[in-house]
């Protein structure tokens, strides 16, 4: 994938997956015009129940080996996955996390003596925020961070992101990460459940297939809307 890559940003996108009670499925994919091309997965059993920190982090060194240092990397998570070791690991490899949030915490804009409820700063759809400060309470968990909040029309909840960028650069990148693709966490869960089906067991070696067909669909489809012909299927 970095071989064919054309350009110096790159999105990443951490997703995790439970396939009934069998499988779950840490993947870490690339985001590309819409698509997940996962380039690192675990594969645990459902009943495993622990907060995956080891998983995320060797994904996340084995990924960084890959990567040009000189590259622009965001790493996008959806809500659930947040957590302040996992912002922290990011920026510490050099990149930029964009991590959904919950609507449960606080948040104190930079100057402020309190911190508010994070549902307060988009109250309805339509609205909309950003700003400096330190997200949720307690020592352990409070982080210095930029906040972009968002509630758009249509949808049940708000998209409340913790970036580590200034504002104006963290609403730029967001909003380039949007257009990119953020259906590649549906596209990526889909593909891997496509891989369970009856007692057939769950392969390593099937995923592999499966990252590399992810990859050659995407660079295709470039081909053929760069040269406005036909691709062959090799």
């Known amino acids: 994938v970095v071989g064919q890559w054309e350009g110096t940003q790159l999105a990443l996108a951490l997703d995790a997956t439970t396939l009934g ?10 985001v590309y015009r819409g698509c997940a091309i996962p380039v690192a997965w675990t594969v645990l059993a459902a009943t495993a129940k622990h907060a995956w920190r080891r998983e995320w982090l ?13 590259w622009t990397v965001i790493v996008l998570a959806d809500r659930g996955l947040y957590a302040r070791w996992l912002f922290r690991r990011i920026t510490r490899l050099g990149w930029h996390p964009f991590l959904r949030i919950n609507t449960g915490g606080t948040f104190r804009p930079t100057g402020q003596v309190r911190g508010v409820p994070l549902k307060t700063l988009v109250p309805e759809p339509g609205t909309m925020g950003h700003g400096t400060g330190i997200a949720f309470k307690g020592r352990h968990r409070q982080l210095h961070c930029t906040l972009l909040a968002c509630w758009e029309p249509g949808y049940k909840d708000p998209w409340l992101i913790l970036p580590d960028l200034p504002v ?3 609403v730029a990148i967001g909003i380039a990460a949007g257009m990119a693709g953020m259906l590649g966490f549906v596209i990526a869960a889909v593909l891997f459940a496509l891989l369970v089906t009856g007692e057939a067991g769950f392969e390593a070696t099937s995923l592999a297939i499966l990252a590399a067909a ?12 760069l040269s406005g012909r036909h691709s062959n299927v090799p």
Do not use: C, E, H, Y
């Not at 009670?21 to 690339?30: E, H």
């Not at 060797?58 to 000189?70: E, G, K, N, T, W």
């Open 21 to 30: 009670t069998r499988f779950t499925v840490l993947a870490l994919s690339v």
């Open 58 to 70: 060797r994904m996340l060194r084995q990924i960084r080996r890959a990567v040009p240092r000189s």
């Open 168 to 170: 104006t650069a963290a």
């Open 214 to 225: 992810a990859a050659w669909v995407v660079r295709a489809g470039l081909d053929k809307a």
